[in-house]
């Protein structure tokens, strides 16, 4: 006989939760696959298939360990238009007086369980996967306040003492960031790791989705290589630890399309074992924390620029989601409305830049951070594109992109649409730090020392269209004074041909 339902959503797969640390024949786990799930945006297709994929893994495991679990498939869906009604549904057949939910890590998700209208009671339990407690988040985080990373990471660092010595930084500094910003020369690229990449068999998968209609975008040519289950998880973290944290932090903010393997180079390809709870964070932590003290080829400078992302900004995003949610989701600071380019779902753009990060996320669902934010997202910055739509590319497009961590990632840090709740400034960048951290310039069409021509590099000019659109706010942030100076100095000549050059460009951004 069922007393208790419990539901585990598409990004609880967290196999030490105490819910599993004991057997009771009474509870039935429930795990499914949801038409309103593929549905909210438009998903690539490794997205779809790699969360459908891990959860019918951890579903059988749940059940070798001797749960009682309820794998449910699109087919079995299908009939039930949202989580309610299958919910209902189950209740009914089951039996069950009680209905124990994980609390969702997004705001829609908790909004539609804490709103339905069920015949039994509802509990909420904690997910216990993140380092900050869900009920501290407001003693860190409030409503409208602009907040920033640095001194909440320090705060996770004393709390968990890690990288400490006797109170204070390991090394005597709290962050390595200016070791950590060097481009990749051919030099270097005999030490970019061969990336470990799975072969899980998605096909009926696949077939599934188109079944059932469900859209999608990006390309799946044969066998997955993301991991879908926490062995495979495993094995990516420890090949990291292993094969790219000696240079990690060096390279992480470098950009390259002639290097090997240079849609992974040093990065570790966590985040979606992260985000879908395969992983807990303090894990991926103490293992490269492990590294570091037994591999001397790891010195400080690589593993805290990775602790920092893990321990630092990505529990940071988490508190500001929750802190302005509902409504963060709506901030358009900028007041942004141009669309995305169609070559955005494509990849077919001159740019080089742009041509190597579109066409890489499209390939595999991912890029690193540096793509993220100073190439596609400083371009939609640039433009003024609708954050919404940049929040529904980036949402959809990324296999790690679930919106707690989408959404200030996206409409705080690249596009400024919060207005600096999240970040000191807008990160606009020219075609220079491309060129400064990145290969692509060399082999692009366009010309990225030049600012007005027809040749110019499109990047110049929609920067200083940028500024001058801005000037009025931005010209008072002191990081970003010095800018204006410059500009201010140049010939009105001069200035009024960038302009040009950057009005011509957006009035023609298909062309470009």
Not at 21 to 32: H, S
Not at 325 to 335: A, K, V
Not at 344 to 370: D, F, K, N, P, V
Request: proline residues 5%; neutral net charge; contains cysteine.
């Amino acid at each position: 006989m069922t007393h208790t339902l419990r539901l585990i959503l598409g990004d609880q797969l967290n196999a030490h939760h105490s819910w599993y640390q004991t057997q009771d024949p009474g509870v039935l786990y429930v795990i499914a696959e949801l038409h309103q799930e593929t549905g909210y945006v438009r998903h690539h297709i490794q997205k779809l298939c790699a969360f459908f994929a891990a959860m019918a893994e951890f579903a059988k495991a749940l059940g070798q360990a001797g749960h009682r679990v309820q794998h449910l498939t699109l087919d079995d869906t299908a009939p039930y238009p949202d989580l309610p009604a299958l919910l209902r549904a189950l209740i009914a057949q089951s039996g069950a007086r009680r209905l124990e939910v994980q609390r969702p890590d997004e705001y829609r998700l908790l909004a539609q369980l804490t709103d339905m209208d069920l015949p039994v009671a509802i509990s909420l339990v904690d997910s216990e996967h993140f380092l900050l407690p869900f009920e501290e988040l407001d003693r860190h985080f409030q409503r409208g306040t602009a907040h920033r990373m640095e001194p909440f990471y320090r705060k996770m660092r004393k709390r968990y003492d890690l990288l400490m010595d006797k109170g204070a930084p390991l090394g005597g500094q709290w962050n390595f960031d200016k070791e950590n910003r060097q481009a990749l020369t051919p030099a270097d690229f005999d030490r970019v790791p061969q990336p470990l990449c799975f072969a899980n068999d998605v096909e009926a998968i696949r077939a599934r989705l188109a079944r059932h209609g469900v859209q999608s975008m990006g390309r799946l040519e044969g066998p997955l290589l993301w991991p879908v289950t926490r062995a495979q998880a495993r094995e990516l973290l420890a090949h990291f630890c292993r094969c790219a944290l000696p240079a990690f932090g060096r390279y992480q903010d470098a950009l390259s399309q002639q290097a090997p393997h240079s849609w992974s180079l040093f990065h570790a390809r966590l985040s979606f074992a992260l985000n879908s709870k395969m992983l807990h964070p303090m894990e991926v932590i103490r293992a490269a924390i492990t590294a570091f003290e037994t591999d001397e080829t790891i010195n400080l400078a690589q593993v805290e620029g990775f602790v920092r992302q893990i321990l630092g900004w990505r529990e940071y995003v988490r508190g500001i989601y929750w802190a302005n949610m509902p409504g963060y989701d709506s901030l358009n600071h900028f007041d942004a409305h141009r669309p995305l380019p169609s070559w955005y779902w494509s990849g077919e753009t001159r740019m080089a830049c742009l041509r190597a990060a579109i066409g890489q996320s499209l390939e595999y669902a991912y890029a690193h951070h540096i793509q993220r934010l100073m190439v596609t997202g400083t371009f939609a910055m640039l433009i003024g594109a609708e954050p919404d739509q940049v929040d529904a590319w980036y949402l959809g497009v990324y296999i790690d992109a679930i919106e707690w961590v989408e959404l200030p990632n996206t409409r705080g840090m690249s596009q400024y649409a919060d207005g600096g709740l999240l970040a000191s400034k807008p990160y606009a960048a020219s075609g220079n730090y491309l060129n400064k951290m990145g290969d692509h310039c060399a082999q692009c069409p366009y010309d990225v020392k030049d600012k007005a021509g027809p040749n110019a590099c499109p990047f110049n000019s929609l920067y200083w269209h940028f500024m001058a659109r801005h000037d009025r706010e931005l010209a008072r942030n002191p990081r970003i004074t010095m800018v204006y100076r410059g500009w201010d100095n140049r010939p009105e000549s001069e200035r009024q041909a960038i302009l040009e050059r950057g009005q011509w460009c957006l009035d023609n951004l298909e062309r470009l």
